[in-house]
């Protein structure tokens, strides 16, 4: 089991910066693949990014490529989700989930925990 919680989400301007942060227990964090996910309002929930238990491998959704970085700190049991240039289409509650799967990564369905969601907004 695993449980988790985010952190770091609030009202930003565009063009401006947040970074979220997602607390895991458990000692076996090291070995899930961490992904992030967003839902907007009256939208299905979307991948934002993934990365592997290592950390040597990360993928990003192409609405966020080059402006968000996904990271994790092993002995802390937290990955982080560092987001620049924000837009009011970022808008959204995130979620972080754990995954032990080694394929289909920016499936919603390939993740087995999932926590409670922060908010984010962006305004114009």
């Known amino acids: 089991q695993v449980q988790l919680v985010e952190s770091g989400g609030g009202l930003v301007q565009a063009g401006g910066s947040l970074r979220l942060s997602c607390a895991a227990s458990?000692?076996?964090?090291?070995?899930?693949?961490m992904g992030w996910f967003r839902q907007a309002p009256g939208k299905e929930r979307e991948f934002v990014a993934f990365?592997?238990?290592?950390?040597?491998?990360?993928y990003y959704a192409d609405s966020v490529r080059g402006r968000f970085t996904i990271s994790r700190d092993n002995a802390k049991n937290t990955v982080y989700l560092q987001m620049n240039s924000l837009k009011p289409e970022d808008t959204a509650v995130y979620f972080c989930?754990?995954?032990?799967?080694?394929?289909?990564?920016?499936?919603?369905?390939?993740?087995?925990?999932w926590g409670q969601g922060t908010q984010v907004t962006v305004s114009s």
């Open positions: 990365i592997s238990w290592s950390g040597g491998l990360t």
């Open positions: 989930a754990a995954s032990t799967r080694g394929n289909g990564r920016t499936r919603v369905d390939s993740y087995d925990y």
């Open positions: 458990g000692r076996t964090f090291s070995s899930y693949t």
